[in-house]
T-cell receptor, first 118, second 114 residues
Framework: GAVVSQHPSRVICKSGTSVKIECRSL??????MFWYRQFPKQSLMLMAT?????????EQGVEKDKFLINHASLTLSTLTVTSAHPEDSSFYIC??????????????FGAGSRLTVL | AQSVTQPDIHITVSEGASLELRCNYS??????LFWYVQSPGQGLQLLLK??????LVQGIKGFEAEFKRSQSSFNLRKPSVHWSDAAEYFC????????????FGTGTRLTIIP
């Protein structure tokens, strides 16, 4: 079945530094990838929708300059948390839709990335 | 705007007992409905989905869910839970073709007692 790899699974960084999280579709091409943020014991909040070759669409309240999303190929999207601060500490999860099944609305989720900002 | 309500934050059941997790949705048209399971520190795994047709859908791990349009509900059930079912369960609603954005409920944490 479809597999989405997310890397790193855990990252600890100092306040003020930038962190990049990768989301790869391993055995399919993803026209669209979604980035979610999950606070402890809470639901997933959609941050942005990433389309290959175009700018990401951010949800209301999500800072575009803070959370840079790049979807340079059909198998890779990256989320860069710039100038990270402790309040950015969270669990970030990506999901991808198989290009071959567009319209079927079936997403495959990565295992998530735990970001801790000291 | 679409929304999902999972009224139960935490449910505890005995191993072998039956389970029902509630989910109510709000959507302007016929929705796509999903149940996902998340183990601690992990991503989400799709349990089952409803797009159309038979309103009782079967999923993996012995789970099933029933779509009831009149009640705007999509409750998840399992006749006999196993200790390995302990996890967080999320109901989600999405649009039809061209709108793959999912809205998740707040989740229900399931604890299994021996």
């Amino acid at each position: 079945g479809a597999v989405v790899s997310q890397h790193p699974s855990r990252v600890i960084c100092k306040s003020g530094t930038s962190v990049k999280i990768e989301c790869r579709s391993l055995d399919f091409q993803a026209t669209t990838m979604f980035w979610y943020r999950q606070f402890p014991k809470q639901s997933l909040m959609l941050m942005a929708t990433s389309n290959e070759g175009s700018k990401a669409t951010y949800e209301q309240g999500v800072e575009k300059d803070k959370f840079l999303i790049n979807h340079a190929s059909l198998t890779l999207s990256t989320l860069t948390v710039t100038s990270a601060h402790p309040e950015d500490s969270s669990f970030y999860i990506c999901s991808a839709q198989d290009r071959a099944s567009s319209g079927a609305n079936v997403l495959t989720f990565g295992a998530g990335s735990r970001l801790t900002v000291l | 705007a679409q929304s999902v309500t999972q009224p139960d934050i935490h449910i505890t059941v005995s191993e072998g007992a039956s389970l029902e997790l509630r989910c109510n949705y709000s959507y302007g048209a016929t929705p796509y409905l999903f149940w996902y399971v998340q183990s601690p520190g992990q991503g989400l795994q799709l349990l089952l989905k409803y797009f159309s047709g038979d309103t009782l859908v079967q999923g993996i791990k012995g789970f099933e869910a029933e779509f009831k349009r009149s009640q705007s509900s999509f409750n998840l059930r399992k006749p006999s839970v196993h200790w390995s079912d302990a996890a967080e369960y999320f109901c989600a609603v999405g649009g039809r073709i061209g709108n793959e954005k999912l809205t998740f409920g707040t989740g229900t944490r399931l604890t299994i007692i021996p």
